[in-house]
């Protein structure tokens, strides 16, 4: 055994204090920037399930799923701007949500459960925030909004560079550089971005917030 002391009496051994186990907090918020990796998955009547590649054609109908993946403790929020309508938030249901970056997170997150095209055909844009801290819900809308409205215009402006000149007597035929999965009106296709594409969104102002987007055309 192992002895204390000697002889005499002893000062009484003062016991440290006892520490609580900490209540479960947010993990930690890093310094920099997480960064964001985009993957479509899809069902199409011509090829069935598989993962999708830019330039492919999709038809109403078809399904598809989104998958992010970030390096580091994040807030992540998904939002799809249609052809019609105001862009919408399809993840999370309501509030923040933090993820760990452990592995993607699938939206919808049943796997039985996909996006499903409808008949409005045109441009859909998915745009993916994520941010070390929460977004504010105003500043959330306003990046989305803008965001949208950019993407929406980034198109046209391709559609009206890649039409002919001169009177045509038909429809404009999609060029190669639709073919090959230019975003433009007459393309039926799929194009993932980079950030530092010209097209891409705009940096928001909070340099913490990275934005991703990818955009569907579909008949």
Same mark, same amino acid.
């Given at each position: ?5 000697c002889?005499?009496?002893q000062k009484p051994?003062e016991?440290p204090p006892v520490t609580q186990?900490?209540?479960q907090q947010?993990?930690?918020t890093?310094? #920099? ?8 998955d899809g069902i199409?009547s011509?090829?069935g399930?598989?993962e999708l590649?830019?330039?492919e054609?999709l038809r109403?109908?078809?399904?598809? &799923?989104v ?13 799809v701007?249609? &052809?019609t309508g ?7 249901k309501?509030g923040?949500?933090q ?8 939206i919808p997150?049943?796997?039985e459960?996909w996006?499903i095209l409808d008949?409005?055909?045109g441009?859909e844009?998915?745009f993916?925030y994520?941010?070390p #801290?929460?977004?504010?819900s !105003?500043?959330?809308t ?5 965001d949208?409205?950019?993407a929406k215009?980034?198109a046209a402006k391709?559609a009206s #560079? ?5 009177p045509a007597?038909?429809k404009?035929?999609? !060029?190669?550089a639709?073919?090959?999965g230019?975003?433009?009106a007459g ?11 010209d097209?891409?969104?705009p !940096?928001?102002g909070n340099?913490?917030?990275v934005? #991703? ?6 008949k």
């Amino acid at each position: 055994g192992v002895s204390f002391g000697c002889g005499g009496p002893q000062k009484p051994v003062e016991q440290p204090p006892v520490t609580q186990q900490p209540v479960q907090q947010p993990l930690p918020t890093p310094d #920099k920037p997480p960064n964001v990796t985009l993957r479509l998955d899809g069902i199409s009547s011509s090829k069935g399930a598989h993962e999708l590649e830019p330039g492919e054609v999709l038809r109403s109908g078809d399904r598809m &799923a989104v998958n992010v993946g970030v390096d580091q403790p994040s807030y992540v929020y998904v939002a799809v701007a249609s &052809a019609t309508g105001s862009p919408q938030f399809i993840f999370p249901k309501s509030g923040d949500q933090q993820i760990d970056g452990a592995k993607p997170v699938r939206i919808p997150a049943n796997p039985e459960k996909w996006i499903i095209l409808d008949k409005q055909v045109g441009q859909e844009d998915v745009f993916v925030y994520a941010s070390p #801290k929460p977004i504010p819900s !105003t500043e959330l809308t306003n990046l989305v909004t803008a965001d949208a409205a950019a993407a929406k215009k980034a198109a046209a402006k391709r559609a009206s #560079k890649a039409a002919p000149t001169g009177p045509a007597k038909t429809k404009p035929a999609k !060029t190669k550089a639709e073919d090959a999965g230019a975003l433009s009106a007459g393309s039926r296709g799929v194009q993932i971005e980079s950030d530092d594409s010209d097209e891409a969104p705009p !940096t928001p102002g909070n340099p913490n917030i990275v934005v #991703k987007r990818f955009s569907v055309i579909h008949k």
